[in-house]
Nanobody
Framework: QVQLVESGGGLVQAGGSLRLSCATS????????MGWYRQAPGKQRDLVAA???????NYADSVKGRFTISRDNAKNTVYLQMNSLKPEDTAVYYC??????????WGKGTLVTVSS
C-alpha cells in the first residue's frame, strides 16, 4: 500500500508564502506522476499542479506564476512552493500519486488558510 504524507500547511496572511511537502516511501515514486489538488469547503477537489516522472509540469490557471511544483526523486518527495497567496487559495491540499498503470493514491491532506 502506498502511503503519502503531506506537511507544511498552516495559517498565512495574504501575500505570504508556504511550501508544502509530500513524502512517500514507495519505490515507484520516481516513475509516477505526482499532483497537488485542493478542496475548499463545499467545493470539488481540483488539480493545482502536476509533475511527470520526467519533470514536465502543468498548473491550474489560477495559480500560474505563483505556485511551483517540484520533485526530489532521491527523497521520494514532491513539493509545492506557494507564493503571493490569496484568501481564495484557502483549502485542504492533497497529494496524489498516479502509477504508470493509472492507479492513484491520495494523501490525507494538509490545511492551508490564507487570511485577508
Amino acid at each position: 500500500q502506498v502511503q503519502l504524507v503531506e506537511s507544511g500547511g498552516g495559517l498565512v496572511q495574504a501575500g505570504g508564502s508556504l511550501r508544502l511537502s509530500c513524502a512517500t516511501s514507495t519505490t515507484i515514486f520516481s516513475y509516477s506522476v505526482m499532483g497537488w489538488y485542493r478542496q475548499a469547503p463545499g467545493k470539488q477537489r481540483d488539480l493545482v499542479a502536476a509533475i511527470t516522472s520526467g519533470g514536465s509540469t502543468n498548473y491550474a490557471d489560477s495559480v500560474k506564476g505563483r505556485f511551483t511544483i517540484s520533485r526530489d526523486n532521491a527523497k521520494n518527495t514532491v513539493y509545492l512552493q506557494m507564493n503571493s497567496l490569496k484568501p481564495e487559495d484557502t483549502a485542504v491540499y492533497y497529494c496524489r500519486l498516479t502509477t504508470r498503470g493509472g492507479i492513484y493514491y491520495w494523501g490525507k491532506g494538509t490545511l492551508v488558510t490564507v487570511s485577508s
